[in-house]
């Protein structure tokens, strides 16, 4: 297995436009988060879906949104960026959404807003 | 609200050194705490976490309710362990696996 993958590795946009991150969890893991990581900070939580199903959401506005696919892989979706969007975000996956399950994470996506 | 406070950006030691990297809380209920750590080109990964009581790579972490701290301790630095590491807490009404990072604390060790 090769762990939890995310594409793209890299992405480039403009203020304004939306883009689509990408994650597919560790086979046989149910629960996808979303945590988005600005430069010199730790991760902050965004999303965790757990069965297709929003389990929680972290402090971020609307324009951030997520869904899970029935074969568990997710999406983020970030509309209207702004340049203080650019960041690391990262997916990780735990086998369950309940307790604390240890989450693996994926190599994250670099976005660079201009 | 849950806060994680990781006081330190940067602790620099020499090889064989004692290591202490500070983690305090702020949570009302019953926490879970981690270290996670991030070496260079590579991705986060789980380093101990407190109900586990183990030892990774001569790391422990005691969990002190008393003094809300989580602080990662090791008695003999590698250059190895050179990576940065944050201090996370699982919590949260929902009861769901969310985990709260720190800012974290870059560990540099010299030979």
């Known amino acids: 297995d090769a762990g939890v993958t995310q594409s793209p590795t890299h992405l480039i946009k403009t203020r304004g436009q939306q883009v689509t991150l990408r994650c597919s969890p560790i086979?046989?893991?149910?629960?996808v988060s979303w945590y988005q990581q600005v430069l010199g900070q730790g991760p902050q939580f965004i999303f965790q879906?757990?069965?297709?199903?929003?389990?929680g959401r972290g402090n971020f506005p609307d324009r951030f949104s997520a869904r899970q696919f029935p074969n568990y892989s997710s999406e983020l979706n970030v509309n209207a960026l702004l340049l203080g969007d650019s960041a690391l975000y990262l997916c990780a996956s735990s086998s369950a959404g309940q307790g604390s399950y240890e989450q693996y994470f994926g190599p994250g996506t670099r976005l660079t807003v201009t | 609200a849950q806060r994680v406070t990781q006081p330190e950006k940067l602790l620099s030691v020499f090889k064989g050194a004692p290591v202490e990297l500070k983690c305090n809380y702020s949570?009302?209920?019953?926490?879970?705490l981690f270290w996670y750590v991030q070496y260079s080109r590579q991705r986060l990964q789980l380093l101990l976490r407190?109900?586990s009581r183990e030892s990774i790579k001569g790391f422990t972490a005691d969990l002190n309710k008393g003094e809300t701290s989580f602080h990662l301790k090791k008695p003999f630095a590698q250059e190895e362990d050179s990576a940065m590491y944050y201090c996370?807490?699982?919590?949260?009404?929902?009861?769901?696996?969310?985990?709260?990072f720190g800012k974290g604390t870059m560990l540099l060790v010299s030979p």
């Open positions: 879906y757990y069965e297709k199903e929003e389990r």
């Open positions: 949570y009302s209920g019953s926490p879970e």
């Open positions: 996370a807490l699982s919590g949260g009404d929902s009861g769901y696996s969310t985990l709260t």
């Open positions: 086979s046989g893991h149910k629960s």
């Open positions: 407190h109900i």
